[in-house]
């Protein structure tokens, strides 16, 4: 047993098993999108599963910055009167 794992164990934290870590890893590895995930169909490490998917949460978090830059832009633009400000304030809450 690892000491980290040991040190978990005395601190009252719940730790995983093997074939626990391995099934979580098996899940994530499906949320991946098959375009990023390509190597799916083959056996690959949970450190690749791990870098791939922090790698496609980054993009995620770009995504979401890009798409709220262009809606305050679009907010800011907009007389926050007209019926197109109604409808995209109706969108986003």
Known sequence: MSSRRSRS??????TIND????ELISKLQQLIPHDINQTKSSKVSA????????NYIRSLHREVDDLSEKLSE????TDTDS??????RSLIM
């Open 19 to 22: 074939a626990q870590m391995t």
């Open 74 to 77: 679009l907010l800011n633009s």
């Open 83 to 88: 019926a197109q400000a109604a409808i995209i």
């Open 47 to 54: 450190s690749k599963v791990l870098q791939e998917t922090c």
């Open 9 to 14: 164990r005395q601190a009252g934290v719940s």
